[in-house]
């Protein structure tokens, strides 16, 4: 794969976020977030560890974003904290403005394009312990949040994006408790998803009335559900409920379509948030979607009334998986590009994460990842082949610039093109990031 088929105009970039790069907890007036306080809870992370240091990108990041230029990537996605910028969810701290400010000016200075997430996961404790995404409050705090955030930083960036991965974070952090802020059950997860809907209308509407003519989009992990059951119509049957669960339920009331109760009535059980005049305010007009793709998921049937599978990682002993267990199946996402395009509501589509972690090992100054080399390989020749079939697909961010704190998992999975010695913070670019360097014109060359 030359990335030279893609064209001068495609976009290259690397992607971070705030909680796992930044560290510096409580600098400049930053509050506690709910990732501050959920990995300080025993037991929540699976090598005990926290985000409190991370790789001290928030006084490193002069030293990040000269990697990102070497590697000769155009643009670089990373995200705001929001306790940083307001402490308490509500009140200003201009000094967590000021430091994304410079952040923001040293990217322009090396040529590179900042690409913004408003949110990645970080909430400000104070509004979770106002019942965080299941109050309704959350909307307008956010709405207040992007707009703040617009007035200030719209004059220097462009391209913003409202949400990482609402399913995400809804899921596994309203539902399963295996993210912060550790919540369970449908009666958190369900508000907590229809109020992310609601709220990626408001801070969109915010942020067009406050930024300097802003490209407005946000983010999606997305998958090609594999259903499997006794007799191919209850696998497809397990396979609609899965779309509908993971990719739809996301996508669709953003587009003015509602919730997809036919093939999983379960969402039957969102009526009880929703308003008079809700479905319409979820609709929302995104100048771009990102799509996020890492493995198709397995839907096994399961005769659940309402849900019928409960979608897992497969474990297919005849496909390789990375570090974290999760199969490499590039043909997911050359599926997941043609179901978003098959709305024919999305006129940009943009790639803003994709990636793979393996147990990389610094030796002799190296660390030689060809199978990292190999996952975006076949990854992207299925970004050039739906581009071949007319989805409008224009960039392309790696996961991740840097090794970091990968959530629950702790500092065990790598996903960065950069290797991080997370005793020294000593950064090491990898075989995949000089493979980068050389083919898009970067100055990063590999020792001898």
Request: aromatic share 12%.
């Amino acid at each position: 794969m030359s990335l030279s088929e893609f064209g001068p105009d495609f976009l290259w970039g690397v992607a971070t976020a705030a909680y796992q790069i930044e560290g510096s907890p409580d600098a400049d007036g930053k509050g506690q977030s709910i990732w501050d306080t959920f990995t300080h809870r025993p037991g929540k992370i699976a090598d005990g560890s926290t985000g409190d240091v991370a790789t001290d990108s928030y006084r490193r990041f002069p030293e990040d974003i000269a990697l990102v230029h070497s590697l000769g990537f155009g643009a670089y996605r990373f995200s705001l904290s929001w306790p940083r910028i307001q402490p308490d969810g509500r009140t200003v701290n201009h000094a967590g403005l000021d430091h994304y400010k410079r952040v923001i000016d040293s990217c322009l200075g090396a040529g590179i394009e900042p690409w913004v997430t408003l949110y990645h996961w970080d909430l400000p404790q104070e509004l979770e312990n106002e019942g965080g995404w299941t109050n309704r409050d959350i909307i307008d705090a956010y709405a207040e949040y992007v707009a703040v955030v617009g007035d200030a930083l719209g004059d220097r960036v462009t391209n913003w994006m409202l949400f990482n991965e609402p399913m995400s974070f809804t899921m596994l952090g309203y539902m399963l408790g295996e993210h912060a802020p550790g919540r369970r059950g449908l009666n958190n997860f369900f508000p907590a998803i229809h109020h992310v809907h609601l709220a990626t209308s408001a801070g969109a509407a915010a942020l067009r009335a406050t930024a300097t003519d802003p490209v407005v989009g946000t983010t999606h992990y997305l998958t090609a559900a594999k259903g499997s059951g006794p007799g191919p119509n209850l696998a497809q049957r397990a396979e609609r409920a899965a779309n509908a669960m993971l990719n739809r339920a996301f996508l669709e009331p953003g587009l003015g379509l509602g919730y997809p109760v036919d093939d999983a009535p379960i969402l039957r059980m969102m009526r009880r948030y929703i308003q008079d005049g809700d479905l319409e305010r979820c609709e929302v007009d995104l100048d771009f979607l990102g799509v996020q793709y890492y493995t198709r998921l397995r839907a096994p049937f399961r005769p659940i009334p309402g849900l019928w599978t409960i979608p897992g990682f497969g474990d297919d002993p005849e496909v390789e998986k990375t570090s974290m267990g999760w199969e490499i199946r590039p043909e997911g996402l050359g599926m997941v590009l043609d179901m978003v395009n098959a709305y024919e509501r999305f006129g940009r589509i943009v790639v803003t994460e994709g990636g793979a972690s393996f147990p990389d090992h610094l030796v002799a100054e190296r660390v030689r990842d060809s199978r990292r080399i190999a996952y975006y390989e076949s990854h992207l020749a299925q970004v050039r082949a739906a581009m071949d079939r007319g989805v409008p697909v224009d960039g392309y961010f790696c996961w991740s610039l840097l090794d970091n704190f990968e959530w629950a998992a702790g500092y065990e999975p790598r996903f960065g093109l950069v290797y991080v010695d997370y005793d020294t913070q000593r950064r090491v670019i990898k075989d995949s990031g000089y493979w980068f360097a050389e083919q898009l014109g970067g100055i990063a060359t590999p020792p001898a």
